[in-house]
């Protein structure tokens, strides 16, 4: 195969950043996408040039650190898939493919297709853990657990954390990361005592950050390489307006922790 990449080049955060065109010649079908980035890097660097920086490592689906926005597509034209999965045989022998980062305000270019998504920790640090002790894995594994509650739990926390819902979201919205990491623990007995203070705690950094407000175009789903469902977001709104009625933070006084 043959195709045409046009490729977003910025050479820093600070720097303004261009459409550069590269043809990829003889590009298997067989090759992942990422590989295909291998290959033209490779003939960049025998010819001196800077190559194409982009986010890589297991390639395997599962650690949500490639992205890329793949012709108007987070993570390209296949439903359920990371980019590192995309194989070239979802194209066409002359195609012309635009590659593109992230695009959200709370997600800044620090070169090419790479972005900084370290907003996404800041939010799971703000909440997303349980600090109770529950003793070993053994001690742990005696708690029981409802069945519909342990897979809607198991089904939020197959969130990667990529960044594909923000990317592909209208407003750049993380309300679907956000909301995934908020139910895969609070719908756990060993989540609960946490609860309230955790989703607080985390919309509130979630607004902190710069991401906009979901407004139920359910872009994110339809990205999500995990498939992740909406219905994790009327969850997540359901326990934040519980815990600012019922719950509400303490305020903090002199000598006393908030």
């Not at 709370?106 to 853990?129: C, H, K, M, N």
Request: net charge negative; glycine share 8%; proline share 7%.
């Amino acid at each position: 195969m043959n195709v045409t990449l046009k490729v977003w080049r910025q050479k820093s955060r600070d720097a303004a950043g261009s459409f550069v065109t590269y043809e990829a010649r003889d590009v298997s079908p067989d090759m992942s996408f990422l590989e295909m980035l291998d290959v033209v890097n490779e003939g960049l660097l025998v010819k001196g040039e800077e190559p194409i920086a982009f986010d890589h490592d297991c390639r395997e689906g599962i650690c949500g650190t490639c992205g890329m926005v793949i012709n108007g597509v987070p993570h390209g034209p296949r439903r359920a898939t990371t980019a590192c999965q995309l194989h070239m045989r979802s194209f066409k022998d002359g195609d012309s493919i635009v590659i593109e980062p992230w695009r959200a305000s709370a997600f800044p270019v620090l070169r090419d297709l790479v972005v900084d998504r370290g907003a996404f920790d800041r939010i799971v640090a703000a909440g997303g853990f349980i600090s109770v002790p529950t003793g070993s894995a053994p001690d742990g594994n005696t708690v029981p657990v409802p069945k519909p509650a342990a897979e809607a739990a198991m089904d939020a926390a197959a969130c990667i954390g990529c960044g594909a819902c923000v990317a592909a979201c209208p407003n750049a919205s993380a309300m679907l990361f956000t909301a995934a990491k908020v139910s895969h623990l609070g719908l756990l007995p060993q989540g609960q005592p946490e609860r309230w203070d955790r989703v607080r705690k985390m919309v509130t950094q979630m607004d902190a950050e710069g991401f906009g407000t979901c407004t139920n175009h359910l872009e994110c789903e339809a990205a999500c390489p995990k498939e992740i469902s909406v219905e994790f977001i009327a969850r997540m709104n359901r326990d934040y307006t519980r815990s600012m009625l019922l719950n509400p933070p303490r305020e903090s006084t002199k000598g006393e922790a908030g």
